[in-house]
């Protein structure tokens, strides 16, 4: 059966964004960009929530984001080839090809999501990513974590939580960041 695999960045402090929204700390350079879209190799289909749907459509609709290099290209073809399921309440359309729009995450439509990939599903974005853990929908933890502290902002795991969990796979790069992950027990 496909897995769910929850993969996020993350500041070395816990958290998904800083507290102004931003990201741009978490921008993994070419050696990173590569070992993920060899990742993601498995994966067939994404979960998103309408933030993280927003950002991550550009793969499809700004060809200047495939543009920037070689690996961000190989990026945008796998993300461009693989099913998208948008979880929101206030989108009333989506933009991309290969995706539909769902009203609420339910162990229900994660089972149906699962049944209809040909590989693995990724749940991003921590909003979204928060809810799947909580339904007990996810089988893999994967963080990104990036070489910064930023304080304060959209935490990556939900308080609260208690899962145990089981480290698979370590990977260092060059510009500090390190992935881990880890199955859910």
Request: with cysteine; hydrophobic share 40%; glycine share 8%.
């Amino acid at each position: 059966m496909s897995r769910v695999i929850y993969s996020t960045a993350s500041s070395l402090d816990g958290y998904h964004t800083d507290a102004q929204g931003d990201f741009s700390w978490a921008y993994p350079g070419e050696e990173v960009i590569a070992a993920l879209t060899a990742d993601i190799g498995e994966v067939s289909t994404y979960l998103y929530g309408r933030r993280m749907y927003e950002t991550m459509a550009g793969w499809e609709t700004d060809p200047a984001l495939a543009a920037q290099t070689p690996e961000s290209a190989r990026w945008a073809t796998a993300w461009q080839a693989a099913e998208k399921i948008v979880f929101s309440k206030t989108l009333t359309e989506v933009w991309t090809k290969r995706t539909r729009l769902e009203r609420e995450l339910t162990a229900e439509v994660v089972q149906r999501a699962r049944e209809e990939a040909a590989g693995d599903l990724t749940v991003e974005g921590p909003t979204l990513a928060h809810s799947a853990l909580r339904l007990g929908a996810v089988d893999v933890v994967e963080i990104l974590i990036c070489p910064a502290i930023v304080g304060a902002g959209a935490p990556v795991l939900p308080g609260g939580l208690r899962l145990d969990l089981s480290l698979e796979r370590e990977r260092r790069f060059d510009n500090g960041m390190v992935q881990l992950t880890y199955a859910v027990r």
